[in-house]
């Protein structure tokens, strides 16, 4: 689902920021932008959770007429939906060339954002985006205007703001006409390169899929304490006062509710709603050589009152910077060989995005001779039936689990974007490959979607991602075994010590430079697949005490490396993130999110090889930093000073509801439309 | 649904703190930049914070709503000296280092001075790199005639002139642009619609280290009308209006503003009817409105400071100074300080300029005779000192811009007297028809020496007054097209009853609010080309009934 750009004030962000994003850019999510941190554009509508008095719902079969006539009379903008849907199948511009399919998603959100910096409020506010997506088909299920190099690039709309029904239908009506009119453009286009060239392709275009009928609630977001969590915001990020040698910080929360109405030409009518909210902790320190060094917690939850209490997200903020002093007090890394132990979140991150690029099976669409085909094979995309993990191991996806062992996962839905309900799904079992991340666009022989469908992707089609992905060890280990083999490797290769790496910059918060940079440098070490730069990886010496390094990249892993694990946890760490569906799950690489989780042990490789990352830094700031006030350290009820944290004082805390994650600093800029009197 | 005004009084009562704040920053970043090599010799912190609240509603329903609050700053840093700094321009640019960046609202020292520090630390760099790069590039170039100094010295002002405190009712206005634009359910025809009201409250707080110390600032409150049309042959077309105030209450009342988004969709409807322009050359009248964004773009933008010194521009009117420009029955002063004409408000107002001095009037021409050029603290041969139209748009660095474009005529004749003197212009031209330009949506101008020296202006409402006394005629699809000292040569009279034209204008330093005052004018002649036609074809299905629920 796509992200509508947040509508902030036409105070222009920094040429930086423009430049970064590329003019035309509707939604665009800029570059990291210290001691500026403005707030994040939002996610319409996240993910499919289905709220707890989600309507029970005949699945597979054909709604209920009764039901469906309900619905229509009881929902204005559903009414709106279905009779301009309707209308639309008559849209006819040459001979054949009818729409076969249409689809409507129309989501309705409100996001309520506030972000501060060092207790002084930047913003705040509710934005209530509407957008549209509306997606034609023409020709036939077999071949289609999709999944040519030129398809699918016109879907998205706006709708009203209020359910008014002439206004509402005017604007699917004026969407429905440009992207039908578009469709038999790309059919037409399509035809004429395959005049020329080979379909790459001989799996049909589509696969057809029963009605679903599916109504979730509308949820409200009436109980939502704006200016509680705009104050707590402000004293949270105040707390950073305390740490003088960071350089730049913010704490930004936001809360989500969305609903999203889907309406097909096939019968499926669906209701979905959502809710999200987030709190995000970013900071930046540099080094005494001047390289920047950042770091960012997301504690994510389904809403903004089932976060922790405001000490436990205190306690947080306080980690934050004094590991990030720590960072910089840190020896720089040197190359290493050998064993690699990834623990909690470094292991789920790890598989999260090695799996990711093995499980999914692009398509390659029809192009005309001279293009390149960009999409890289996947590792396992031929592998179908092979042995391609140790036979311990299990991997699957399964989006009805709403939780694990009392934590929440986020990555928790029922029904795709595509209105497919989701499936389990086991891509390896004892080792084996068994199956790929599937949509309703065919791939090869793999023709029928498996439900995960969740994000936008190239061509027309849909990106199917991750729900909850659990990665299952038969055999494993306690923390001291595994500790203890780990060791043993180390000392069976005559090395001093080995690496433990504890967090992965997953899903990456770097920024268009940063990120740039860490690309060029893994080219340049030849690594054709690899994982996003350790954010926090560790020496661990023979006798077992440890040393915080900095500056790590593994320099080649991929699926195909994850065969040499030798050994797993016993203690599954549960991953909740924003999915965006790019390299590295890099946040600022696509304006289309959904929440996805990842289940799994830590895990020992028997040998990986890190490099050390090139620090290319500017040099410190000429002038000394200002002197913080002391005043400015305030600090609400319930929330110990930051003076007095780590000191033995006793935090309640909440349960594990709360995950951690990394996510960017926000950051955004949207242009408001030009006055029609701009002159020059 | 009700949102969350954040409150922007309290940051005003603590507006003095903000400026203790800037200063002291200030003063701690020059002292600790003195020690470095090159020192900096100037420098200013520009705060603006900008209360917007917008509603826009289309065919009776709410499309889009728009409610923030934010400030920032923007930086300058100066190094070299007043005659060569960093700033100098070179090759067709100047320096560009501003990285404008977002501060507390609530006054918070910590969050402020830490990123003035940063914003500091960014400028000084890019700023003293740009100065020793430009000390070595001018050696390898021949030395430049007529140099001026980069920097002028003023003597720095400190004043507080807060503007109003906001005030737009706005359930009042969500009423009234809901039910307004429920107009356009009659015009099947129209495509898209929209009627909106948007309050902008700004205020700009600056300091610099010669000790300005000056917190000013406005507000616009706008509401606009505009609908976009398809013709069966694809042209796209458009008409708009638009009534901008300083105080919601000086807004016209609601009969006019009512009859207005009828009069767009009924001037739009008959457009889509109106026969396509053909290419020709024939005099004209341009309506107050058209004249002014004709000045606007033919003669405001080439009489801007920092153009007549860059060697990239054409420098139309560089060397003229003391020479006829304009017919002698012409004179243009530009005047920020004038609030309104005729009871409309002119958004090209403000007391201070965005380096902080003080705005007053500049007659630019006299009587037809150029006599100085719109300048920042950039000096311009012998114009050593700024006259306050250094201006910018947050986020990027100061250039010299227009303020209230004011065209005055001694030669005035009524309306009625002007139609007449064209038609008599036609015959005499044994031309079949002339032109009335009645509405202009904008225009656009080239004046650097790459490329024609050219403007359009793009005009929405035309009509052709024929010489044979038939009924005055809509056209479609008009654009004017001309060079500029040919077109000033042109102008004949001008009608006694002047209009006001307030708009957006981009240039090198971002969006400025500008207004333009002119009578209207009749022209010898006029040269129009045919509007880009889309190639579109119309929906293919009708619009929906609305009585279909």
């Known amino acids: 689902m796509a992200l509508p750009g947040f509508r902030k004030a036409d105070l222009p962000s920094s040429r930086n920021q423009k430049s970064a994003c590329g003019a035309g850019t509707r939604a665009c999510r800029a570059g990291t932008r210290l001691g500026a941190i403005l707030i994040r554009p939002v996610a319409a509508a996240m993910i499919l959770i289905a709220l707890a008095f989600a309507t029970p719902a005949a699945r597979g079969a054909e709604p209920d007429p009764a039901a469906k006539e309900k619905l229509l009379k009881s929902d204005v903008l559903f009414r709106a939906l279905s009779d301009e ?98 469709a038999t453009e790309e059919l037409t286009i399509k035809r004429n390169i395959l005049r020329d060239t080979q379909n790459p392709e001989h799996a049909p275009d589509f696969a057809p899929q029963p009605p679903v009928f599916h109504l979730d609630a509308v949820p409200s977001m009436q109980d939502l304490d704006q200016q509680k969590w705009t104050d707590e915001v402000t004293r949270l990020s105040g707390r950073f006062a305390s740490h003088p040698d960071v350089l730049a910080s913010g704490v930004a929360a936001r809360g989500l509710i969305s609903t999203t109405r889907y309406i097909n030409t096939e019968g499926t ?250 690309m060029k440098q893994l080219a340049r070490l030849g690594a054709v697949h690899s994982i996003p ?61 959904c929440l996805s989780s990842v289940v799994s042990p830590a895990v020992l490789f028997d040998s990986l090889d890190l490099a050390r990352m090139e620090e290319e830094g500017s040099k410190p700031p000429v002038v000394p930093a200002p002197a913080m006030t002391a005043s400015a350290t305030t600090c609400g009820a319930g929330c110990q000073p930051a003076a007095e944290s780590g000191t033995g004082h006793s935090v309640p805390r909440r349960p594990a509801e709360v995950c951690l994650l990394q996510a960017p600093f926000p950051a955004a800029w949207t242009e408001l439309p030009c006055p029609p009197s701009r002159s020059k | 649904m009700v949102l969350l005004l954040v409150s922007f009084t309290a940051a005003h009562l603590g507006a003095a ?84 960046s977002q501060l507390s609202l609530d006054n918070n020292p910590n969050q402020i001075r830490r990123t003035l520090w940063l914003a ?53 206005w969500l009423k009234k642009v809901r039910a307004w634009s429920s107009e356009f359910i009659k015009y099947a025809d129209i495509q898209a ?94 309506s107050g409105r058209a004249s002014a964004v004709f000045f606007h773009e033919i003669f405001g933008h080439r009489v801007e400071g920092h153009r007549q010194k860059d060697v990239a521009e054409g420098q139309t009117f560089t060397k003229m100074l003391g020479e006829p420009v304009l017919p002698s029955f012409l004179s243009v002063v530009f005047d920020p300080t004038l609030r309104s004409v005729n009871g409309t408000d002119l958004i090209g107002r403000y007391d201070f300029d965005d380096e902080g001095v003080r705005a007053r009037p500049v007659t630019v ?9 719109l300048l920042s603290r950039s000096p311009v041969g012998q114009f050593e000192h700024s006259n306050g139209h250094g201006r910018r748009e947050p ?62 202006v793009v005009p929405l409402v035309v009509y052709k007054v024929y010489a044979d006394g038939r009924p005055d005629e809509l056209i479609r699809g008009v654009d004017i097209v001309g060079t500029p000292l040919a077109s000033f040569r042109k102008i004949l009279a001008t009608s006694d009853r002047v209009e006001v034209f307030n708009g957006y204008c981009g240039a090198e330093s971002g969006t400025v609010p500008v207004a333009a005052v002119s009578p209207a004018i009749l022209v010898s002649e006029i040269e129009i080309q045919k509007k880009q036609n889309s190639e579109q074809k119309l929906p293919l299905l009708p619009r929906p009934s609305p009585a279909a629920e």
């Open chain 1, 85 to 182: 849907l309707e209308r639309s199948r008559t849209l006819q511009l040459n001979g054949d060339l009818k729409p076969y399919f249409i689809s409507y998603s129309a989501e309705d959100t409100y996001v309520f954002q506030t972000n501060a910096s060092l207790g002084g409020l930047l913003e705040s506010g509710l934005v209530h985006p509407r957008p549209v997506t509306v997606r034609i088909r023409v020709g036939d299920y077999k071949f289609d205007n999709s999944n040519a190099f030129f398809s699918g690039q016109l879907r998205m709309g706006a709708l009203p703001l209020d359910d008014d029904y002439f206004a509402l239908r005017t604007g699917l009506w004026l969407s429905s006409d440009q992207v039908y009119k578009r």
């Open chain 1, 269 to 518: 009518v669906t209701r979905l709603a959502d809710q999200f909210a987030d709190l995000e902790i970013s900071a930046r320190i540099l080094t005494a050589e001047g390289f920047p060094l950042h770091d960012t917690i997301l504690l994510t939850s389904r809403r903004l009152r089932d976060l922790p209490e405001e000490s436990e997200i205190a306690r947080q903020v306080d980690q934050i910077a004094t590991q990030l002093e720590d960072l910089r007090r840190a020896p720089q890394a040197d190359d290493y060989s050998g064993p690699v132990l990834f623990e909690a979140q470094a292991a789920a991150g790890m598989f999260a995005s090695a799996l990711f690029e093995a499980l999914s099976l692009p398509r390659k669409p029809v192009a005309p001779a001279a293009q390149e085909a960009r999409e890289i094979e996947g590792v396992w995309s031929s592998r179908m039936g092979g042995k391609v993990l140790p036979e311990w191991l299990n991997v699957y996806d399964d989006p009805a689990q709403s939780e694990f062992r009392g934590t929440p996962l986020s990555g928790h839905y029922q029904i795709d974007d595509e209105g497919v309900p989701a499936q389990k799904v086991a891509f390896v079992e004892h080792g084996e490959l068994k199956n790929f991340l599937l949509s309703r666009t065919p791939v090869r022989d793999f023709v029928g979607s498996d439900g995960h469908a969740r994000l936008a992707g190239p061509y027309g089609s849909a990106l199917p991602v991750f729900g909850n992905l659990f990665v299952e060890a038969e055999h494993t280990e306690t923390p001291a075994a595994l500790k203890a083999k780990f060791l043993d490797l180390v000392k069976a290769n005559g090395q001093k010590f080995g690496i433990v790496i504890r967090r992965l910059d997953f899903p990456s918060t770097a920024d268009f430079v940063e990120i740039q940079q860490t």
């Open chain 1, 533 to 593: 730069p350790p954010v926090l990886a560790y020496r661990v010496y023979l006798d077992g005490h440890e040393e915080l390094v900095r500056g790590l990249l593994v320099k080649e892993l991929s699926a195909r490396d994850l065969r040499n694990l030798v050994a797993a946890g016993d203690t599954p760490y549960v991953l909740n993130y924003l999915n965006t569906g790019a390299k590295f799950g890099w946040l600022n690489g696509s304006s289309d999110v």
């Open chain 2, 17 to 100: 703190t903000l400026i203790d704040i800037l200063k002291s920053e200030l003063q701690r970043n020059y002292a600790g930049l003195a020690k470095t090599d090159p020192p900096p010799y100037f420098m200013d912190y520009e705060v603006t914070e900008q209360v917007n609240v917008g509603f826009t509603a289309a065919l009776g329903a709410l499309v889009s709503e728009t409610h923030s609050h934010v400030r920032g700053v923007d930086t300058t840093v100066r190094v070299g000296d007043y005659h060569f700094d960093s700033y100098h321009p070179y090759k067709g640019s100047s320096g560009n280092f501003t990285n404008f």
């Open chain 2, 120 to 172: 500091t630390d960014h400028v000084y760099r890019a700023s003293s790199r740009r100065l020793l790069q430009l000390k070595n590039d001018e050696q390898l170039l021949a030395e430049q005639k007529d140099v001026a100094a980069d920097f002028s010295h003023e003597t720095p002002e400190t004043a507080s002139q807060l503007p109003e405190p906001f005030s737009l009712d706005t359930a009042a």
């Open chain 2, 193 to 286: 619609s929209s009627v909106s009201i948007n309050g902008r409250h700004e205020v700009r707080t600056l300091v610099s280290t010669e000790g300005a110390a000056v917190e000013h600032g406005t507000n616009i409150y706008r509401f606009e009308v505009s609908a976009q049309g398809l013709t069966p042959d694809g042209m796209q077309l458009s008409t708009f209006a638009s009534f901008e105030a300083a105080d919601a209450q000086h807004l016209p009342p609601d009969s006019v503003l009512q009859a207005a988004v009828k009069k767009v969709a009924d001037q739009l409807s008959a457009l889509l009817k109106a026969p396509a322009a053909e290419p020709a050359v024939c005099p004209a009248i341009l």
């Open chain 2, 365 to 373: 021409v006299e009587n037809g005779i150029l006599k100085t050029f």
């Open chain 2, 395 to 456: 986020g990027h660095e100061v250039v010299s811009r227009q303020s209230n474009l004011i065209v005055k005529s001694s030669k005035q004749v009524s309306d009625r007297e002007l139609r007449a003197e064209l038609i008599a212009e036609v015959k005499r031209q044994e031309k079949p028809y002339g032109l009335y330009f009645e509405e202009v949506a904008s225009g656009y101008t080239t004046t650097r020496r790459q490329g024609l020296q050219a403007f359009t």
